[in-house]
Each structure stands twice: as C-alpha cells, then as structure tokens.
C-alpha cells in the first residue's frame, strides 16, 4: 500500500499523523501539492509539486494510485474516482469513504454547491476538533493494520 495526500488542503495536523504512520509502519506516503512543501526528512515521505490549476494535484494523485493505494483528501469528486480505481480514501477527518455512499455523499456536494453559486451562504466545514484527529488516526490505524 502507498499513501497519497491531496496535501494542498490537507490540515498541518494530519500531515503529521501521517508522517508518524509513514515512519512506524515504514508505508511510502507521498505528497502531492501546488507548491513546496516541507516535510521530515525520511526514505518513506516524498512530496510532488504540480502546476498550480484546477484539479490538477487530483489528476495527479489519480494517474499514480494503484488498486488497493490509500488517498487522503476532502474532496468528494476526487474520492469517488478514487474508490472507482479500486483504491481506498479516507477523510482528514476519518470518514473512509465507500462505494456505498459516495454516489450520495457527491449528490449531496452538488446541492449545496448549487445553493452557494445561487448566493445562499451555506458556511464552511467546521474546524477540525480533537476528536476528528482521533478518528482519523484511528481510521488510519486500522486500513494500515489490514493492507
């Protein structure tokens, strides 16, 4: 299994997590950003910068993943071409994402992207608490016990 970042978006405090995970179970975890990104210095944890644009960090991530590979990213679009891969993805905030609800999980983003192009203000996601740290950890934890 290799691990891959939508880093652009990534929390600070995830990546960390991340770094550990990378370390302890001496997993390949790569980066992928927009920009230089600073990172411990390990044979496991690598970075790849990509040309600012839309999507192109998830272009990316999805002409390397292989099946059975771990994305991290927020974002559904790219989660669910993901999971099409046969890869997994998880959340920064722990969610693993699945076939079985992510064809709701993009509807329900398209609705409320419509409702913002529309001037609703729909408000933003909540700042990542503890607890969302946890889960992800724990999440983490237990698709690296299982690969």
């Not at 939508?6 to 790569?30: F, H, N």
């Not at 411990?40 to 991530?61: L, N, Q, W």
């Not at 974002?75 to 693993?96: F, M, Q, W």
Request: glycine share 4%; net charge neutral.
């Amino acid at each position: 299994m290799h691990i891959w970042v939508d880093a652009d978006a990534c929390p600070k405090v995830i990546k960390e997590i991340l770094y550990r995970a990378s370390e302890r179970r001496q997993v390949p975890l790569t980066l992928v950003a927009n920009q230089a990104l600073s990172v411990p210095r390990s044979a496991y944890i690598r970075t790849v910068v990509v040309a600012k644009g839309f999507d192109v960090a998830d272009a990316e991530i999805l002409r390397q993943i292989m099946a059975g590979d771990l994305v991290i990213t927020g974002d559904i679009p790219l989660a669910a071409a993901v999971l099409d891969k046969n890869a997994h993805a998880l959340s920064p905030r722990g969610e693993r994402y699945s076939p079985d609800t992510i064809r709701e999980r993009l509807r329900v983003r398209d609705l409320v992207e419509q409702l913002r192009d529309s001037g609703v203000h729909t408000g933003g996601p909540a700042t990542l608490s503890q607890a969302d740290r946890q889960a992800f950890a724990n999440a983490l934890d237990r698709l690296l016990a299982h690969a």
